[in-house]
């Protein structure tokens, strides 16, 4: 009995010790374990996978895919992050920029600014058009000048108080429509996902005054597109296992407490004791202080549950770097910044 629950340790779980990590290999090919049936079966697959919503918001979504291999996982991972379409900036028309952030510098991190619209409601732009149109295109303006605060004391140094718009924000972003966009969207609905995302510094006599035109696209053909996504961040982890091998009350009950993240061990009071118990292995972040502890490293064992994946998608200002960018000579006297 001992022998057959350590391989199914070793199967289903990547234990950490004080000093490494065990049972990392791969576990999806047949004839690894005497006795176990390894080979892929696509009716057990179906009765054990499933996705498990934890939380969803409207910027955010946490689910589990259980009973599934990591290269399948892996593979889902990219599908998200490469074909999900997204409006992301793709040209910049600079009219003006004094600020000492260069134009194809300023172009890059305005490619960043995740854009609050729907993508499936957008088509995607024909190759080789120059001017987007009410199906393809948003348009934003961005002009702010800045200059010196009047009323600021004699004495101050905070530039907060001594300039007047000398941070530009993602707030700072006019939403442009193009045609009937504005009778076909709602004010407020065309926007940026965050409006406190600082764009750039400005002092007094620097202006900015730029066109921006988002366009639908996906990562596998616009370098942009990842960075804005409704996947900018995308975690795929483990979910945490943390077993106590034996009972621990009293002081070393608040002392096990203290060595993990907050919210994971739980201490009750039980018939005038204090005992731990596990509450929520979830919020651990495995920083294994535990083992600092040499009362208490044997009483707990680590581990991860290797066929279960714990999957963050976010919305999120993603610092990824684009792809080059080509500057151009419009007919207006402008730069235009493709990117």
Same mark, same amino acid.
């Given at each position: 009995?001992?022998?057959?629950?350590?391989?199914?340790?070793?199967?289903?779980?990547?234990?950490?010790?004080?000093?490494?990590?065990?049972?990392?290999?791969?576990?999806?090919?047949?004839?690894?374990?005497?006795?176990?049936?390894?080979?892929?079966?696509?009716?057990?697959?179906?009765?054990?996978?499933?996705?498990?919503?934890?939380?969803?918001?409207?910027?955010?979504?946490?689910?589990?895919?259980?009973?599934?291999?990591?290269?399948?996982?892996?593979?889902?991972?990219?599908?998200?992050?490469?074909?999900?379409?997204?409006?992301?900036?793709?040209?910049?028309?600079?009219?003006?920029?004094?600020?000492?952030?260069?134009?194809?510098?300023?172009?890059?991190?305005?490619?960043?600014?995740?854009?609050?619209?729907?993508?499936?409601?957008?088509?995607?732009?024909?190759?080789?058009?120059?001017?987007?149109?009410?199906?393809?295109?948003?348009?934003?303006?961005?002009?702010?000048?800045?200059?010196?605060?009047?009323?600021?004391?004699?004495?101050?140094?905070?530039?907060?108080?001594?300039?007047?718009?000398?941070?530009?924000?993602?707030?700072?972003?006019?939403?442009?429509?193009?045609?009937?966009?504005?009778?076909?969207?709602?004010?407020?609905?065309?926007?940026?996902?965050?409006?406190?995302?600082?764009?750039? *510094?400005?002092?007094?006599?620097?202006?900015?005054?730029?066109?921006?035109?988002?366009?639908?696209?996906?990562?596998?053909?616009?370098?942009?597109?990842?960075?804005?996504?409704?996947?900018?961040?995308?975690?795929?982890?483990?979910?945490?296992?943390?077993?106590?091998?034996?009972?621990?009350?009293?002081?070393?009950?608040?002392?096990?407490?203290?060595?993990?993240?907050?919210?994971?061990?739980?201490?009750?009071?039980? *018939?005038?004791?204090?005992?731990?118990?596990?509450?929520?292995?979830?919020?651990?972040?495995?920083?294994?202080?535990?083992?600092?502890?040499?009362?208490?490293?044997?009483?707990?064992?680590?581990?991860?549950?290797?066929?279960?994946?714990?999957?963050?998608?976010?919305?999120?200002?993603?610092?990824?770097?684009?792809?080059?960018?080509?500057?151009?000579?419009?007919?207006?006297?402008?730069?235009?910044?493709?990117?």
């Amino acid at each position: 009995m001992a022998a057959a629950q350590a391989v199914d340790e070793m199967r289903n779980r990547v234990v950490l010790g004080e000093f490494g990590v065990r049972n990392v290999h791969t576990t999806d090919f047949p004839g690894n374990y005497s006795g176990y049936d390894d080979a892929w079966d696509q009716d057990r697959f179906e009765k054990n996978f499933r996705v498990d919503v934890v939380h969803m918001d409207e910027n955010s979504l946490e689910f589990d895919m259980v009973g599934i291999d990591a290269a399948i996982a892996n593979a889902f991972r990219r599908i998200l992050l490469a074909e999900v379409p997204t409006m992301a900036v793709e040209k910049v028309l600079v009219y003006n920029n004094t600020s000492i952030v260069q134009d194809e510098i300023l172009a890059h991190r305005l490619g960043l600014i995740p854009i609050h619209a729907d993508p499936r409601l957008f088509e995607y732009r024909n190759q080789g058009d120059e001017e987007g149109t009410e199906i393809d295109t948003l348009q934003f303006r961005l002009q702010v000048r800045c200059t010196r605060n009047p009323h600021a004391a004699k004495d101050s140094s905070d530039p907060n108080e001594l300039y007047v718009n000398h941070k530009v924000y993602t707030r700072h972003m006019t939403w442009v429509p193009l045609g009937n966009q504005a009778d076909l969207f709602p004010e407020g609905t065309i926007r940026p996902v965050h409006d406190d995302i600082l764009i750039a *510094q400005l002092r007094p006599g620097q202006e900015i005054d730029l066109l921006m035109h988002c366009v639908k696209g996906i990562d596998n053909h616009q370098a942009c597109a990842f960075a804005v996504s409704g996947l900018g961040e995308l975690i795929a982890l483990f979910p945490p296992d943390i077993t106590l091998l034996k009972p621990v009350e009293g002081e070393a009950a608040e002392e096990l407490s203290r060595c993990f993240s907050p919210g994971v061990i739980e201490v009750q009071e039980i *018939q005038g004791k204090k005992v731990a118990r596990i509450a929520n292995p979830r919020l651990d972040t495995f920083s294994r202080e535990i083992f600092r502890n040499e009362k208490l490293k044997k009483v707990v064992q680590l581990a991860r549950v290797r066929d279960h994946y714990i999957c963050v998608v976010a919305r999120a200002c993603n610092p990824s770097t684009l792809g080059g960018q080509e500057i151009e000579t419009s007919l207006s006297k402008s730069k235009t910044l493709s990117l």
